[in-house]
């Protein structure tokens, strides 16, 4: 079945450093969803992209999608403490069912 | 808004037992509701797709008589665990969707299992 990758697995950064993390999948992807997952805690909805080469942002975070659709990312500028959590791609159809990406952990030195 | 419950939030029980987890949509309407379990550390994996109404979706390699889901309402749905086992002690989380076009999937804070 379809797998979506994600790297690095695990990435620990200083407080005020960049983060990205990468999303790749086999085939081509009708969306890509991202979610971050704190602690402890349950995903929580960040953006949707769906056009190629779609290039989207929230605030300190910049999320782009490949021109092939095969391929995302998700980029944070001077991170903080609060963006310590796991980031996760997830595919999207047309059925709605979200096949989920292997994560990426965000540990954020103070 | 859009806030989706599990109860209980945590569960201990023994070999042989079953267990039902409630998922809610508490302030919409969810015409799907999704089952994912999640291992310590590890990605979700979806397990089945519920809809009000009809027999739930499984994906490959769940088993439906192990993980029974009953989708009983707009606003609920259930997965029991029935004869369980240690291997199905896990992070079980529920998400829900709106049914009005929207794509973004609201998620429960999810049930921890463990069985004994």
């Known amino acids: 079945g379809q797998q979506v990758m994600q790297i690095p697995q695990y990435q620990h950064v200083q407080e005020g450093e960049d983060f990205t993390t990468y999303c790749n999948s086999s085939?081509?992807?009708?969306?890509i969803q991202w979610y971050k997952q704190r602690p402890g805690g349950h995903p929580v909805f960040l953006i949707q992209l769906v056009k190629s080469g779609e290039v989207k942002k929230q605030k300190r975070l910049t999320f782009q999608f490949g021109e092939a659709k095969k391929n995302s990312s998700l980029h944070i500028t001077a991170t903080q403490t609060t963006d310590v959590g796991t980031y996760f791609c997830?595919?999207?159809?047309?059925?709605?069912?979200?096949?989920f990406g292997t994560g990426t952990l965000l540990a954020v030195q103070p | 808004g859009a806030v989706v419950s599990q109860h209980p939030s945590r569960v201990i029980c023994k070999s042989g037992t079953s267990v039902k987890i409630e998922c809610r949509s508490l302030?919409?309407?969810?015409?799907?509701m999704f089952w994912y379990r999640q291992f310590p550390k590890q990605s979700l994996m979806l397990m089945a797709t519920s809809n009000e109404g009809s027999k739930a979706t499984y994906e490959q390699g769940v088993e439906k008589d192990k993980f029974l889901i009953n989708h009983a309402s707009l606003t609920l749905s259930t997965l029991t665990v029935t004869s369980a086992h240690p291997e199905d002690s896990s992070f079980y989380i529920c998400?829900?969707?709106?049914?009005?076009?929207?794509?973004?999937?609201?998620f429960g804070p999810g049930t921890r299992l463990t069985v004994t």
């Open positions: 302030d919409f309407q969810a015409t799907t």
């Open positions: 085939t081509t992807l009708s969306n």
């Open positions: 997830a595919s999207g159809g047309a059925t709605n069912k979200l096949i």
């Open positions: 998400s829900a969707l709106p049914g009005t076009g929207s794509y973004e999937q609201y």
